[in-house]
C-alpha cells in the first residue's frame, strides 16, 4: 500500500479479501489489465472460479498475460452488462470503471451498461457477498458515470448496506470506491 490513506483500488482488494474464500465463484466486471482478475484467481485458488469481462481484445490479451499462470479463470469478451448471462450465482464482483489504461481513451465504460451491470451482479450475489465499485471522474464520461452510479446504489432497498470512500481536497478529480455489501438476514424464529 501506498504511505497514507490506501488508493480506492488497493482498499477495493481488501474489502473483497473479506469476504471470499478457496472455492469461490467471483467476477471481474471490467478485466482491464488484468490485475484485479488475477488477485480474484489468487484468492479462490485453483478450487474457484474468476470470471473476467471485458469489451476489448486488447485488455483480454493484455490480463491473460498477466494471469498465464492461473487456469480457473473463464475469459468473455462481453459487456459487463451481461455478466448475468454467463453465471447465476458469486460471492464478489469487483469493477474499475473508465477506460483500458495505455489505450485510446476514446472506449469508455458507459451509464447504460455500468448500471445494468450493477443490477446484474446484485442479482447473482450470495448473502454476505460485495461488490466494488471504482469510479473516474475527471475524464470525458466519467463524471457523468460517477454521478448516475452514486445516484443508482443510493436507491438500493435496506437488503444492501452500501458505503462510499473518497479522498478529499484533491488537485484532480480523486477516484472514488463504492462498495456494497448484501446483508445476511437471520432466518426468523419459530413461534411454536
Not at 109 to 123: M, Q, R, W
Amino acid at each position: 500500500m501506498t504511505s497514507g490513506f490506501p488508493r480506492p483500488t488497493e482498499l477495493a482488494q481488501v474489502w473483497i479479501r473479506e469476504v471470499i474464500q478457496p472455492g469461490d465463484t467471483v467476477v471481474d466486471a471490467t478485466t482491464g489489465n488484468g490485475y484485479d482478475t488475477h488477485f480474484l484467481a489468487e484468492c479462490v485458488t485453483p478450487t474457484g472460479k474468476v470470471h473476467a469481462f471485458d469489451i476489448q481484445q486488447q485488455a483480454i490479451d493484455a490480463a491473460q498475460r498477466h494471469c498465464e499462470n492461473h487456469h480457473n479463470i473463464h475469459w468473455h469478451l462481453a459487456s459487463h452488462a451481461t455478466l448475468e448471462t454467463h453465471l447465476s450465482l458469486a460471492r464478489a464482483v469487483m469493477f474499475n470503471l473508465g477506460y483500458l489504461p495505455g489505450a485510446a481513451h476514446t472506449c469508455i465504460t458507459t451509464v447504460s451498461d455500468t448500471l445494468a451491470a450493477i443490477d446484474a451482479a446484485c442479482c447473482i450475489l450470495q448473502d454476505g457477498g460485495r461488490i466494488t465499485i471504482v469510479c473516474y471522474p475527471g475524464h470525458s464520461g466519467g463524471d457523468e458515470e460517477t454521478s448516475a452510479v452514486l445516484n443508482h446504489v443510493a436507491g438500493l432497498s435496506t437488503a444492501w448496506q452500501v458505503v462510499k470512500y473518497e479522498k478529499i481536497g484533491t488537485l484532480r478529480p480523486a477516484p472514488i470506491l463504492i462498495g456494497i455489501s448484501k446483508r445476511q438476514f437471520p432466518l426468523a424464529k419459530s413461534t411454536r
